[in-house]
């Protein structure tokens, strides 16, 4: 059975992603999705970023394009106005007035920096010879776990991104992976199963299987996203990240709405 719901969806608003928010419901209604939650990019607190956000002035036109959808397809799909907010320690106070502008349904926490490097980004790519892979890693984990605690987030997104272009840790940081573990559940936040990992040359979905079973051996909750920044990617790859989720011993799902979970919904 495909998910509910699509809980990461971009919009041509934050500059890399393509299509209007109404192609993308279009492309969920041809899916067979219930559900699709816009998070697109939230603009940076910390310095404007133009290209890779929205800025703070479009925040109004975000809710107004997304809130035009939900009307229009109101009897055909729920539609769900979320964002997808960058972790920056030191600028939570500002995130959270940046967050709380609209009522979003949720916020996705992503960790994409570290010490101000878009480790993921394409652009940056080159920087990593000046990291040690492992290092990467862990001071990765040490920001998940800061911004599950921060309480800005009710889920996190792409929970093992710096392995996007093939880099993996070379020592065993499942301690790492655990201790993270127990934050995202003393801390309430879900956990994104992200299926754009498949589209990178990473080719695995964002979290690696092992890592997934831990979260779910410590009880977290689960939400299902595709990342995409093309209406053709809208629930891509679901049937696989069923599949993920299973293996890992998922058996459950869930959907929020006012920040809070509206649903706990079966895997089979
Ligand atoms: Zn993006
Ligand atoms: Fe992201
Ligand atoms: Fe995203
Ligand atoms: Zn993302």
């Avoid at 996203?225 to 809208?234: E, T």
């Avoid at 459950?252 to 919904?265: A, S, T």
Wanted: glycine share 6%; hydrophobic share 35%.
């Amino acid at each position: 059975m495909l998910p509910y719901a699509d809980n990461h969806i971009h919009s041509s608003l934050c500059g890399h992603a393509i299509g209007s928010p109404e192609d993308y419901v279009k492309q969920a209604l041809k899916t067979g999705l219930q559900e699709i939650g816009f998070s697109d990019h939230a603009p940076m607190v910390h310095k404007p970023m133009p290209h890779v956000t929205m800025s703070l002035k479009e925040l109004p036109l975000y809710q107004a394009m997304i809130e035009d959808v939900q009307k229009q397809y109101a009897t055909q799909i729920s539609i769900k106005i979320a964002l997808e907010a960058d972790f920056m320690p030191g600028y939570e106070n500002k995130t959270e007035a940046m967050t709380n502008s609209y009522p979003y349904d949720y916020i996705i926490g992503s960790v994409h920096f570290i010490d101000d490097w878009a480790f993921d980004d394409p652009a940056h790519r080159e920087y990593w010879k000046n990291y040690n892979v492992d290092d990467v890693f862990r001071k990765y984990y040490a920001l998940l776990r800061q911004s599950a605690q921060s309480g800005l987030y009710q889920i996190i997104g792409h929970c093992d991104l710096p392995k996007k272009f093939g880099a993996r840790p070379s020592l065993d940081l499942s301690h790492e992976i655990k201790e993270t573990a127990r934050v995202f559940k003393d801390s309430g936040v879900a956990i994104e199963i992200n299926t754009s990992g498949l589209r990178k040359p990473i080719a695995e979905i964002y979290p690696d299987l092992n890592s997934l079973k831990i979260y779910h051996d410590f009880g977290v909750p689960l939400v299902f996203g595709s990342d995409a920044h093309d209406p053709n990617d809208v629930g891509r790859d679901f049937e696989t990240a069923v599949k993920w989720a299973l293996s890992a011993g998922y058996k459950e799902y869930v959907i929020f709405k006012n920040k809070k979970i509206e649903k706990v919904l079966p895997l089979l």
